[in-house]
C-alpha cells in the first residue's frame, strides 16, 4: 500500500512533468517495481500531439523489464496504422479507408507510458 502510494506521489511530482526528474523520489520511482498498468491490460496514446509510438498507437502491456541501470521498462505488443499521415492525423484524427494496422513487440520506459498513455 505505501508503495503504491509513493509510486503515485511520483507520478503526480510537478519536476516530472516533462520527464523524469532526478529527486530521490524520482530515482526510486524510477527502479521501484510499481507500475501503474497491469500485465495483460490495453492501453492508447492519451491525445494526438504525442510522437513516437505511431499513427492511432494502442497497446497490450505484456510484461515488465529491469534495464541494465535498473531502470522500470514495460514490454508491450504495440500497434499503430501503418501508412497514414502522422499530421494530418495529429489535426484531424482521420484516418485513411481501409486502413492496416501493424503490431510490433517493443520495449518502453516506464515514464513514457505511464504519461502518455490511458487504459483503452
Known amino acids: 500500500m505505501l508503495r503504491q502510494l509513493l509510486g503515485w506521489l511520483a507520478r503526480a ?3 516530472n512533468w516533462f520527464g523524469p526528474g532526478d529527486t530521490r523520489l524520482d530515482r526510486w520511482y524510477k527502479s521501484s517495481g510499481v507500475y501503474k498498468y497491469r500485465a495483460g491490460q490495453r492501453v492508447r496514446i492519451r491525445a494526438r500531439n504525442i510522437a513516437g509510438f505511431g499513427v492511432d498507437a494502442r497497446g497490450v502491456i505484456v510484461g515488465f523489464l529491469k534495464a541494465g541501470n535498473g531502470d522500470d521498462r514495460y514490454v508491450m505488443d504495440m500497434e499503430h ?3 497514414a499521415d502522422f499530421f494530418r492525423w495529429m489535426r484531424t484524427g482521420d484516418l485513411p479507408a ?4 501493424e503490431t510490433r513487440r517493443e520495449t518502453h520506459f516506464k515514464w513514457n507510458i505511464e504519461h502518455h498513455f ?3
Open 13 to 15: 511530482n510537478p519536476s
Open 98 to 101: 481501409n486502413h492496416e494496422r
Open 118 to 120: 490511458v487504459p483503452a
Open 81 to 83: 496504422v501503418v501508412g
